[in-house]
């Protein structure tokens, strides 16, 4: 039987790609490191082209060195995802082993998914509309210039019940002074370290509350320098949530 001898061109040869000559190569174990090193060098060319374009304002040609680059972070991306969704599954499982909830008895504004629902903003008149009179409408409240849709309790602010003044508006000083009639204002004069600790708890409380919910930002009026502060009232009352 006589032996054929392979042509020169045969596609089942194994071939590197040169940088320095631009094409590819017979694949040989004593050119790995040349390769490599010429390999590093055109990156090294491409990451100073990319830098000097910039500088310029030019854009250049997408090249495969920059997708090569950009693998790395890609695959780093894709990884994390996966590892996060696994963790959660896992906290998933292991709190209706351990406890029958998956969110281990944790309730707050996270596990409220009107939490990532996109917020607006409320003039003053509109923030009004929702002061707890119409019951085919929520109930919102502003404290510290946050709303927050607070018709989960609806006994509370609703109309006739003991907060209603709090609801369609932004009476944040009330919250601090329990002047339910008189200081239904965002005016914050004249309030004390202790009082302004109390009003940040109370905003705290709405804030990270688990069926209470930012909805948006009020745009407060400016308060007039030159007007009185709100003068104490004699029988403030705190109030209860």
């Given at each position: 039987m006589t032996e054929t001898k392979q042509?020169?061109?045969n596609s089942d040869e194994k071939r590197d790609f040169d940088p320095s000559l631009q094409r590819s190569v017979p694949s040989k174990r004593a050119n790995q490191p040349y390769l490599v090193h010429q390999q590093y060098l055109?990156?090294?060319?491409?990451k100073e082209q990319v830098k000097k374009a910039r500088e310029e304002g030019?854009?250049?040609?997408?090249?495969?060195?920059?997708?090569?680059?950009?693998?790395?972070?890609?695959?780093?991306l894709g990884l994390s995802v996966v590892?996060?969704?696994?963790?959660?599954?896992?906290?998933s499982l292991s709190g209706m082993f351990f406890t029958n909830d998956p969110l281990w008895g944790y309730r707050g504004?996270?596990?409220?998914w009107?939490?990532?629902?996109?917020?607006?903003?409320f003039t003053m008149d509109r923030l009004m509309v929702y002061n707890g009179d119409r019951e085919d409408l929520p109930i919102l409240l502003s404290i510290k210039g946050d709303v927050f849709d607070v018709s989960a309790g609806r006994l509370h602010y609703s109309q006739g019940s003991p907060y209603h003044n709090l609801a369609g508006r932004?009476?944040?000083?009330?919250?601090?002074?329990g002047c339910f009639e008189t200081h239904l204002t965002h005016d914050l004069r004249g309030l004390s370290s202790d009082q302004l600790k109390s009003l940040d708890a109370w905003h705290k409380f709405f804030q990270d509350h688990h069926t209470y919910h930012k909805v948006g930002r009020a745009r407060l009026p400016p308060i007039d320098?030159?007007?009185?502060?709100?003068?104490?009232?004699?029988?403030?009352?705190p109030q209860r949530s």
């Open positions: 042509p020169a061109g055109a990156k090294e060319r491409r030019r854009t250049l040609p997408p090249s495969d060195l920059d997708e090569e680059e950009s693998a790395p972070l890609t695959y780093f590892v996060l969704v696994v963790a959660i599954a896992l906290g504004k996270w596990s409220n009107r939490t990532y629902i996109p917020q607006h903003e932004d009476a944040s000083r009330a919250f601090t002074t320098p030159a007007s009185p502060i709100p003068e104490p009232c004699r029988f403030g009352r």
